[in-house]
Protein backbone atom coordinates (compact mmCIF):
# COMPACT_ATOMS: atom_id res chain seq x y z
CA UNK A 1 0.00 0.00 0.00
CA UNK A 2 3.13 2.06 0.33
CA UNK A 3 3.91 2.33 -3.31
CA UNK A 4 0.32 3.17 -3.79
CA UNK A 5 0.30 5.84 -1.92
CA UNK A 6 3.63 7.19 -3.55
CA UNK A 7 2.07 6.30 -7.15
CA UNK A 8 -0.75 8.45 -6.09
CA UNK A 9 1.45 11.39 -4.81
CA UNK A 10 2.89 11.37 -8.29
CA UNK A 11 -0.16 11.42 -10.21
CA UNK A 12 -1.49 14.23 -7.81
CA UNK A 13 1.84 16.25 -8.83
CA UNK A 14 1.24 15.69 -12.76
CA UNK A 15 -2.09 16.66 -12.18
CA UNK A 16 -1.19 19.83 -10.79
CA UNK A 17 1.49 20.18 -13.34
CA UNK A 18 -0.88 19.70 -16.47
CA UNK A 19 -2.98 22.20 -14.98
CA UNK A 20 -0.89 24.67 -14.84
CA UNK A 21 0.16 23.86 -18.56
CA UNK A 22 -2.66 24.23 -19.44
CA UNK A 23 -3.74 27.47 -18.17
CA UNK A 24 -0.52 28.62 -19.94
CA UNK A 25 -1.75 26.97 -23.14
CA UNK A 26 -4.66 29.04 -22.50
CA UNK A 27 -3.36 32.17 -21.39
CA UNK A 28 -0.99 32.07 -24.63
CA UNK A 29 -4.14 31.66 -26.80
CA UNK A 30 -5.77 34.41 -24.78
CA UNK A 31 -2.53 36.75 -25.65
CA UNK A 32 -2.78 34.94 -29.45
CA UNK A 33 -6.63 35.90 -30.16
CA UNK A 34 -5.80 39.57 -29.07
CA UNK A 35 -3.07 39.73 -31.78
CA UNK A 36 -5.37 38.68 -34.35
CA UNK A 37 -8.09 41.09 -33.03
CA UNK A 38 -5.28 43.21 -33.22
CA UNK A 39 -4.49 42.13 -37.21
CA UNK A 40 -7.90 42.11 -38.49
CA UNK A 41 -7.36 38.25 -38.66
CA UNK A 42 -10.16 35.60 -37.66
CA UNK A 43 -10.04 34.11 -35.12
CA UNK A 44 -10.85 30.27 -35.89
CA UNK A 45 -7.82 29.11 -37.91
CA UNK A 46 -9.50 25.55 -39.06
CA UNK A 47 -5.93 24.51 -40.62
CA UNK A 48 -4.37 25.61 -37.78
CA UNK A 49 -6.42 23.67 -35.83
CA UNK A 50 -5.95 20.71 -37.74
CA UNK A 51 -2.64 20.61 -37.71
CA UNK A 52 -2.44 20.60 -33.73
CA UNK A 53 -4.64 17.50 -33.61
CA UNK A 54 -2.54 16.18 -36.45
CA UNK A 55 0.70 16.54 -34.26
CA UNK A 56 -0.59 15.12 -31.42
CA UNK A 57 -1.86 11.90 -32.58
CA UNK A 58 1.99 11.47 -34.22
CA UNK A 59 3.21 12.41 -30.95
CA UNK A 60 0.73 10.37 -29.14
CA UNK A 61 1.57 7.56 -31.35
CA UNK A 62 5.07 7.81 -30.84
CA UNK A 63 4.68 8.12 -26.86
CA UNK A 64 2.52 4.74 -27.26
CA UNK A 65 -0.38 6.15 -26.08
CA UNK A 66 -3.74 6.02 -27.87
CA UNK A 67 -3.94 7.84 -30.83
CA UNK A 68 -7.42 8.61 -30.97
CA UNK A 69 -7.91 9.60 -26.99
CA UNK A 70 -5.22 12.07 -27.36
CA UNK A 71 -6.51 13.41 -30.52
CA UNK A 72 -10.30 14.30 -28.07
CA UNK A 73 -8.28 15.68 -25.66
CA UNK A 74 -6.40 18.17 -27.60
CA UNK A 75 -9.68 18.69 -29.32
CA UNK A 76 -10.84 19.87 -25.96
CA UNK A 77 -7.66 21.76 -25.75
CA UNK A 78 -8.22 23.52 -29.10
CA UNK A 79 -11.60 24.28 -27.86
CA UNK A 80 -10.58 25.56 -24.81
CA UNK A 81 -8.01 27.55 -26.61
CA UNK A 82 -10.43 29.15 -29.09
CA UNK A 83 -12.47 30.13 -26.04
CA UNK A 84 -9.59 32.28 -24.65
CA UNK A 85 -8.84 33.60 -27.71
CA UNK A 86 -12.73 34.91 -28.28
CA UNK A 87 -11.91 36.98 -24.68
CA UNK A 88 -10.93 40.22 -25.05
Known amino acids: ?6 LRADIEHL ?3 LIG ?3 TRVR ?4 AGQLKRAAG ?5 PAQEVAVLERA ?3 AGEAGLPVEATR ?6 VGLAR ?3 LEP
Not at 72 to 77: H, I, Q, T, V, Y
Open 1 to 6: MRELDH
Open 15 to 17: DRV
Open 21 to 23: LIG
Open 28 to 31: TARR
Open 41 to 45: LPIRD
Open 57 to 59: ARL
Open 72 to 77: ELFARL
Open 83 to 85: QAE
